[in-house]
């Protein structure tokens, strides 16, 4: 008998008190939690409450009105030097046209992982955001590149929509496609591994900076 | 109503004490406490320390002794905790159907923070205790009855005392049982910290709903001859102007509160 | 039955003199587990449908375990579509053989380690090592483990029995052996503590060619799996290596996408006590053109079919790692996760290594004793495990063994006589009076300072109460004449 026969075996005879008949839905889950949060997705309170939220993850998170962005993305950037800076196919070009094009990678052909980790940055847009956790969710779509872009720099720039706001997780599920490869951003990377102070940025970027368009 | 008192095998014992308060204290707010003949223990030393087929007789000795009653109260949470809890398991691994019966058909029991304030619907029950107390929520009382702030209130309505709060009060003791034996190192260790914070308060007096707790409490403050005294919940609310000895006496007199009156007038129509 | 790791531990009560000897590890214990209560109780005290998320956790676990041969099929099949290919294990030891071939197929000698509890429970770091692979832990806790070669103590911060000052001389010690040394003048601040792994670490992430990871839930209808982490080692792990390979208990499977909101609301707050881990990652096989462009998972029963058998003890499978319970508990505080003698220490561990392991062993034996039952694990628990419950279950197993193989013990002599008497009033009335009288001859100042055999246990540091001269029943008896007397049965 191979191990999946096996296994599947010991585990029907460890339900033997299961009725035959009985079907996953026999098994009352009774969903009276909140499916939706304190406030309509793409609201003012909404996006006020993602933005107080990342802050107290230690991320900046700054509104801006959609004319405005191209320049508040260029000042973020300035503060990265001269190094260059990587923004994915798809990132809406009048948001990037007040940065230097000499500095900016867009990941074609693909940098090697060495090149990427020796970028400043990378500014991206994202899929979703969920305001009650303070959460940017990115799923690889246009503006945002594959995973290893947002991952290996030290600063992550994102962009995101107020429409794109959400406030709860479970609204969040219901917008979100899972068989792209999805990423929750709640902040900048961070550890309590150290008598469980938490200390912030330790292998993710450790600067955290979030651009709310309204 | 008929209201019978379990006084559990340890309190009967050991602390008989607090058994009198109970009655003492009942009987002030106008209560006919009944003690059935024949109660011993409710098995929980043998049902927590995995010796459950043993606990089937004493389950089956207690819902015979205390059939017919209306309510049975006992000054000990775990205890009560027993018997809601487990007695249903114990009668179900026993087989015995009629067990499982009886069990469903045994009379409610109350701890007695419970019973007075959910039963009696009291709170000011007339004690008197001029004393600075610290009153520790035993787990079993907070965690499986869910008696929540009653012994609290109850205290609170005590005229002349001291309520101090206990530092990390939710914090087990380190007794459970046979855990104290089998484990006495951590057991101890436990203790030892639930003292610390029992000394930081500066009370004279550490209560609670459980004397087994207060037993291990107690037991680790006199070997450190910390002077401080340690008294189950009845006692304190037992004790009147005329001492604890007279309670019954003050009761006849009419010293307790309107709310207890009004109990009073409740439990006398049947 | 599993592994262990920890072969040849004490059992629970002896292990744990040693540990509560240590005056650091209580110092190191007692702070940082109060700090992680207070943040739990903040995070879940704002979600005001708490209650509800747990039952919801804790049905849709049972709905998953009363179903779970359908739900892992479904899994396989999806997880295959999507590119992935699924392994089945029946015990550690093919567990560890199959990664140990997956590694070796991929012609790699080194592997990046996210913490992985199910990778520790089957030991295969022992096994990558001793087929020649270097595996490395990534995650800062771990790592503090790895290099100080330890054991880890706690489910979410393995080193949390190691303060600051104990990492930095880890680091200083150890980090050179294995790859970039730690700076030159490197103090004590978490802050330069964590920057140093993060130097210490980038050169294996940015060279790996192989991961090995854990999951914390797959989605059977979809074929996703999902890692929650904070440092972002997972998504390294996860994102750079050319070949995944995820191992993971068969008990991890939920059945929809949409059961993950319950899950990712429940696991931060009880478990870092942050509204939303930094970093979660969920995947479905492989993608083009983004992340491993291989992808294992590998199934591995370990214990669990043995576990889920036992109807009351089945709902420890409902555990989702989150450590609340440890955090909580007052037995861990004291003495650490080492003295659980595996890697799931703390009120979980207590109920879910005798049933992985089974109770043969002294060590595995005294678990479900390492519990003053106080409650305060079922009290956290975010899918509602009922450990108080689980652990009587299992005593009552241990006790029933030890019938079984008549292994002589006073305790069993003990019991039985207590039972004798506590079933007849009149004995038990006669044992009061002569406990009573007896006790009294011993006894300084209504206090008793030292009793015989196993009582000495408590008579070491405490005081024992002296029977009463009146028992209450003799006093009630007294005092109310009308009273009948108890029946008698079978007396002289």
Redesign the interface.
Known sequence: MNARTEVLDRIRRALADVPANEEPADVSVPRSYARSGPAPAGSPAAVDLLAERLAEYGASARLVPEGDVASYVARSVAGLGTGPVVVPGGFPPEWRSALDPDRVLSDVPRLPVAELDRCGGVVTTAAAAVASTGTLVLDGGPGQGRRALTLVPDFHLCVVRAGQVVASVPEALTVLDPSRPLTFVSGPSATSDIELDRVEGVHGPRTLDVLIVI | MRIALFITCLNDTLFPATGRAVVTLLERLGCRVEFPQGQTCCGQMHFNTGYQRDCVPLVRRFTEVFAGYDAVVTPSGSCAGMVREQYGRVAELSGDARLSTAVQEAPPVYELSEFLVDVLGVTDVGAYFPHRVTYHPTCHSLRMLGVGDRPLALLRAVRGIDLVELGAAEQCCGFGGTFALKNADTSVAMCTDKVRHVLDTGADVLCAGDNSCLMHIGGTLSRLRTGVRVMHLAEILASTETGPDHAAAAASAGVTGPAARRAVERTKTP | MSDTTFLGMPA??VA??DA?RDSQL?G?LA??TG??RT?RAAAVGEQ??WE??R??GR??K???L????????QLEEKVTA?GGQV????DAE?ARRIVVQLVQDTGEREVVKVKSMVTQEIGLNEALAEAGIDAYE????EL?VQLGHDQPSHIL?P??HR??AE?REIFLRSMGEYGTPAPAGLDDD??R???A??RH??EK??RAKVAVSGVNFL?AE?G?AVVVE????G??C???PETLISVTG?EKVV?T??D???Y??LLPRSS?G???????????GT?A???PRTFHLV?V?GGR??T??D?VGRQVLNCIRCSACLNVC??YE??GGHTYGSVYPGPIGAVLSPQLRGTDSEADRSL?????????C??VCPVKIDIPRVL?HL??????QERERRLPKP??LA??A??WV??R?SW?SAA?RA??LGSRLVARRG?L?RLPG??S??T?????????A????A???RT?PE?????RRRQS
């Open positions: 629970f009560p744990a003199r509560l209580r190191n702070r940082a700090t992680i943040r005001d449908d509800e998320l039952e919801a049905a849709l049972e709905r998953t009363r179903h779970l041969d359908r739900y892992l099929l999507a392994h089945w294990a029946r093919e990534t995650d800062l806790a503090i911060v080193a949390i303060n600051r990492i978490p802050r503590l964590a920057e792994a993060r670490l980038r992430f940015l989605v979809t996703t904070s440092e972002g080692n998504r390294m996860l994102t750079l068969i059945p996408w949409q993950l909101e319950v990712l609301q870092t942050e509204r939303m881990n930094p970093y979660t990652s969920t995947w479905t993608t053109e983004d992340g199934l029963d079919t043995d889920l058998a109807p007052p037995v004291r003495v479900p004793f390492a519990s003053s039952l106080c409650g305060a079922y009290e009587l005593r009552a197993r241990v006790v029933e305790e069993r019991m039985t207590a039972r506590l079933t009033p038990l009061q406990g009573g206090r300072g196993p009582l246990r408590w070491d540091t405490r005081d024992a109460p002296v029977p009463a009146e028992s209450f029943s006093w009630w008896r109310h009273t009948r007397r108890p029946a």
